[in-house]
């Protein structure tokens, strides 16, 4: 963990973390608990951009349900670690989550308290280049905000298509 002053923000002041404009400007790293992703990445992840020593983000209970979602922690480039919990995020256990993570932070040295190595990224970078177009031009259909777990498994990327068709209802 980085050195210095740490936000631990839980429920709904991540709404308001940021009226303590002394302690938020020296914040090296946040700490989201129990809060929706989609509110933080819209009104907390904006905010954290502009912190400059911030180098590490934690979110627990977040309820960071697919890869979509991941591609608002671009804006936080300058993050060298970062923890999402398995705990109600389940983007954790796709089979994509570290490869999107590692392209996403060009300069994340940790993810989930391992080290990212020089070849994982290197394949990242490698894998997400062709992907990350398609990716966003899909992701912006209205099927796949509406129902993103699904999405999220029509998205997979393998060489075997799925057990059983997915259907989508815009």
Known sequence: AASGVWLSVYGDAAENFDRTTSRVE?????????????RIAKRSLPKLR???????????????????????????????????????????????????????????????????????????????????RLYLLAAGRMHATLAPLPYQHAMHYSDTPPSSPVKFNA
Request: no cysteine; proline share 4%.
């Open 50 to 132: 502009k912190l400059r020593r911030l180098r590490e983000v934690h979110f627990e209970r977040t309820e960071i349900h697919s890869l979509y979602q991941l591609h608002s922690l671009g804006m936080l480039s300058g993050l060298t670690a970062l923890r999402i919990s398995a705990d109600v995020n389940p983007v954790v256990a796709h089979p994509h989550f570290i490869s999107l993570t590692v392209s996403l932070l060009p300069h994340l040295r940790s993810l989930n308290g391992v080290e990212v190595t020089a070849e994982q990224r290197e394949e990242a970078d490698r894998q997400w280049r062709r992907l990350k």
């Open 26 to 38: 020296n914040a090296v790293g946040v700490s989201f608990s129990y809060y929706p992703f989609e």
